[in-house]
């Protein structure tokens, strides 16, 4: 059970109103009590912050604004003391426009060595003033920016994050000697970002298609899922394998049947499954995602992970509240808002944790989940920080409204955050979801969490092994109901109407139960 932390929107050590190491350790009791394994860190590297993070200048560094590498190096001390192992998140598919590799490359020579650890091209048409290709930025707009002497350098995403050239030496010697920086420093091992691109097609061919519009396959695409990218994840896995007992796992945006080569054994240890984060309240749809998971990680002996939210999508307990067909990143500008049952979707949510825990697998919790932290889509348009606002022209949102900083307590200027502010507004629902008042809460999404993690934990520890097998059980076409090899059953109402429960005993559920029912949005945990 891995807990994601966005450094920034965690807690506030110093009250300037951005998260920082020292509000991570001063909650790492509340970590251990939530009875997670391990954290997950959004990246703390020094950083302009363009892209949250995401934009390294010096990945040996820690960012001014979060603290300093000793007090990250006591932070991940202090986590172990806590039964806590820390992942953090390696970006090499990108460095910020401020590392300085890239300050160098602009003040070098066009066929320079220190342009050729990026992709530097001269353009097409008259002087050279076209891209050099019709590849397209994720965040939008052309995936390549022009230089002053006149070539282009490509960036997938913002200008500000130029891609490295992985066909050069240098790249894969740096991030080895980086890898190692951290796991000589107790890093438990990494996260690594954007594992799905990196390497580029020779001759940098036109995409030929709109790749963002979700439509083709991405192993078509010239720098997407490409074949050449296992050696770069074997040489990682060297590199972790110095070590005792760490591990990777890869933000591998691909279709499902691709998955399982990046979990090789000498690979990836894991490999996020996205799939759930665009499934509908749908139980055929869950179900074939369950299904595709366990078996896609069973074929290739590892284990599947199980992710609702994150720093990227809008939080699920606003998803599950909109009607199908309404895509919930477009929704977030475009409305119609009142078409949000945020209560349907708050007790969804806590039946997906309850269906998402009971599965075989890991499961990586988005920080503010399990406190049942709705999406912030009231933000206004003037805080915007998430270049995709930018990039867009103004036509998406934008990620903003997943990481909002979290409500510690009911009141104060940023609900206990900090002392002072916060970097992006809180809503004022976030007040009575505060972890403070669910605390004292028995029906608290906070303590369902708490509860699920120690049956979770207790279960593995005194039972067999879970072997990543479940049994379906059929109790209908809306029903997800099955049997773990240790005997626990899950069963999950994802109608309209309640459900006759199987004999058992009632270990947990996500609402009340009336008599041996399960009404609908609601899940339950047998015995
Ligand atoms: C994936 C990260 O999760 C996202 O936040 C970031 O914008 C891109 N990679 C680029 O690094």
């Given amino acids: 059970m891995v807990y994601q932390i966005y450094v920034r929107s965690f807690a506030d050590g110093n009250g300037d109103g951005t998260g920082d190491i020292a509000g991570m350790r001063s909650?790492?009791?509340y970590l251990r009590d939530l009875g997670i394994d391990a954290v997950w860190i959004n990246p703390w590297y020094r950083s302009p912050l363009h892209d949250g993070g995401y934009d390294v200048a010096d990945y040996r560094e820690i960012n001014d604004q979060f603290g300093t590498t000793a007090e990250a190096e006591a932070f991940i001390a202090d986590a172990a003391d806590h039964g806590i192992r820390v992942l953090l998140?390696?970006?090499?598919?990108?460095?910020s426009a401020d590392h300085v590799w890239f300050v160098e490359a602009l003040a070098s020579a066009r066929d320079s060595d220190a342009r050729a650890r990026y992709h530097f091209l001269d353009g097409r048409g008259p002087d050279g003033a076209e891209p050099p290709n019709d590849w397209q930025s994720v965040f939008g707009g052309s995936a390549w920016s022009r230089v002053a002497d006149g070539q282009w350098y490509l960036h997938l995403f913002d200008e500000s994050q130029p891609d490295v050239n992985w066909d050069h030496p240098d790249v894969a010697d740096e991030f080895d000697a980086v890898m190692r920086f951290w796991l000589d420093r107790?890093?438990?091992?990494?996260?690594?970002?954007?594992?799905?691109?990196l390497t580029k097609a020779p001759g940098y061919p036109d995409a030929g298609l709109d790749v963002n519009d979700g439509k083709g396959t991405l192993h078509a695409v010239p720098y997407l899922d490409r074949d050449d990218l296992h050696p770069i994840a074997r040489r990682w896995r060297r590199v972790l394998d110095e070590y005792d007992d760490r591990m990777m796992v890869a933000e591998a945006w691909v279709a499902a049947e691709r998955r399982p080569l990046y979990l090789r054994p000498d690979e990836y240890h894991q490999a996020f499954d996205f799939d759930l984060l665009s499934a509908p309240w749908d139980a055929t749809q869950f179900r074939g995602i369950i299904d595709d998971s366990l078996r896609a990680a069973d074929a290739v002996g590892s284990n599947s992970t199980w992710v609702l939210s994150?720093?990227?999508?809008?939080?699920?307990?606003?998803?599950?509240?909109?009607?199908p067909g309404i895509e919930p990143?477009?929704?977030?500008?475009?409305?119609?808002?009142?078409?949000l049952e945020a209560e349907r979707g708050a007790r969804r949510a806590r039946a997906a944790a309850l269906l998402t825990l009971a599965l075989p697998g890991s499961m990586y919790v988005y920080q503010g989940d399990e406190l049942g932290l709705p999406e912030a889509w009231e933000l206004p348009l003037d805080v915007l920080q998430d270049p995709i606002w930018h990039d867009s022209d103004h036509t998406v949102k934008g990620r903003d409204g997943c990481r909002v900083p979290i409500p510690w307590e009911s009141t104060g200027p940023s609900l206990g955050f900090g002392e002072g502010g916060a970097w992006l507004p809180q809503p004022p629902t976030f007040a009575g979801l505060a972890a403070s008042v669910q605390e004292t809460d028995?029906?608290?999404?906070?303590?369902?969490?708490r509860r699920a993690l120690e049956l979770r934990r207790e279960r593995l520890r005194s039972g067999p092994d879970l072997d990543g097998v479940v049994v379906w059980l059929d109790l209908g076409a809306d029903v997800l109901a099955f049997e773990r090899s240790d005997g626990l059953r899950c069963v999950a109402n994802m109608g309209d109407e309640s459900v006759t429960l199987p004999k058992g005993e009632v270990l947990l559920a996500s609402g009340p139960i009336v008599g041996h029912h399960?009404?609908?949005d609601a899940a339950v945990w047998l015995g």
């Fill in 89 to 95: 998140d390696l970006v090499p598919n990108h460095t």
């Fill in 442 to 449: 028995p029906n608290s999404t906070l303590l369902l969490y």
């Fill in 27 to 29: 909650r790492l009791g």
């Fill in 310 to 323: 994150n720093h990227d999508v809008v939080r699920h307990a606003t998803r599950y509240g909109l009607p």
């Fill in 186 to 197: 107790g890093a438990a091992g990494f996260r690594i970002d954007v594992a799905h691109s």
């Fill in 518 to 520: 399960l009404p609908p």
């Fill in 329 to 339: 990143a477009l929704w977030l500008l475009d409305g119609p808002h009142d078409l």
